[in-house]
């Protein structure tokens, strides 16, 4: 009786140390989860914020190797101050405003992915339009003076040598403060032209059958840029140098997550249109499903994003050197 009663002590002294051990291990996950870097990430409403909604969704469900904060803005001027602030980590902005971020920083920044190519297309009605050369002596509507699409505009049509604002084989740029604004006259004069991002596009085409896009815009700009090696960059992704300093597996992470994201979007167009209502990006899936693939989601890191963006920002610095702070960024700017 004696040496049952002994095994039976041997028995549970046994189960009692695996219990204690894999208590352990739980608590130690359970801290390692809880001591993980929360990387805050701010993004603007749009194409530039797409790739990033399957990852979303991941960390709402607690699903993502990475642990994540977003908050969604509609304008880079909401993001640049929380950036500047510390109040933000990572920031998915606009390319050239990542430049004028740069120089407000004094530098504080980096960029470590292109997250989205180029967005804008010319729409039209008009049949007659399948080159840049048929523009000449045309009105062309669009958004904002001084701003990304007329940059991208003007150097496209100066490349092919059409003059703007010329009575003498040019064509005339006719400014609107909003997308809905030049959509609004595409649709009341389908024969008009005007330039537009997606989803811009997509929904004027999808309400109105006489339109259809006459020209990409990054097809325009690759012509023209030949071998040069630049693309038509719309979006970036940028992290605080303080923290990327602290937190580098942190940023990697992301860095590694982002690009799945991105890819996933992109292989699952009605799932991302899903998510593109949930999170108020486009007001209705058709149009969203229709639109994502000509988005341009993208992921584009190293030495490919630098020859790609740092090209982008040439020209338009040779146009305004405002446009992207006053002046080029260094290589420090970008994460190789």
């Known amino acids: 009786m004696t040496t049952k009663i002994r095994q039976m002590t041997k028995k549970l002294a046994v189960l009692s140390a695996i219990l204690m051990l894999a208590t352990g291990m739980l608590t130690g996950c359970g801290q390692a989860k809880a001591e993980q870097t929360t990387v805050r990430v ?3 409403k749009g194409p530039t914020s ?21 908050s969604m803005m509609t304008a880079a001027d909401e993001l640049l101050p929380l950036m500047v602030k510390g109040e933000l980590d990572i920031a998915l902005l606009p390319a050239n405003v990542a430049g004028v971020l740069y120089q407000k920083t ?76 030049v959509a609004a006259v595409l649709a009341e ?54 923290f990327l300093k602290e937190n580098e597996a942190a940023v990697k992470t992301f860095l590694k997550e982002h690009q799945e994201s991105a890819q996933r979007i992109n292989e699952d167009a009605a ?17 969203a499903q229709k639109a994502i693939p000509e988005c341009n989601i993208t992921y584009i890191a190293g030495s ?3 020859q790609a963006l740092s090209g982008y920002l040439q020209v338009l610095y040779d146009q305004n050197p405002e446009a992207v702070g006053g002046a080029l960024p260094g290589d420090d700017f970008y994460y190789e």
């Open 189 to 242: 004069n389908p024969d008009a032209i005007g330039l537009l991002p997606q989803p811009f596009v997509t929904a004027a085409c999808m309400q109105n059958e006489a339109l259809a896009v006459v020209l990409d815009m990054n097809e325009q700009w690759e012509a023209v840029q030949g071998s040069a090696g630049s693309r038509l960059v719309t979006g970036v992704t940028v992290v605080r140098n303080e």
């Open 304 to 306: 490919e994003m630098k």
């Open 271 to 287: 799932k991302g249109a899903q998510l593109a209502v949930e999170a108020g990006i486009v007001a209705k899936e058709p149009i």
């Open 106 to 181: 004094n530098g504080g920044i980096t960029v470590i992915d292109i997250n989205t190519l180029g967005v804008l297309y010319m729409v039209s009605g008009d049949t007659s339009i399948g080159s840049v050369e048929d523009l000449k002596g045309k009105t062309i509507y669009l958004t904002g003076k001084g701003t990304t699409p007329d940059y991208v505009l003007q150097y496209v049509l100066q490349e092919n040598g059409i003059a703007v604002g010329s009575a003498d084989g040019g064509c005339t740029l006719e400014y609107k403060s909003e997308a809905t604004e």
């Open 42 to 44: 701010g993004a603007l």
């Open 50 to 70: 797409m790739g990033l909604l399957f990852l979303q969704e991941e960390a709402q469900n607690g699903e993502s190797e990475g642990q994540y904060e977003f």
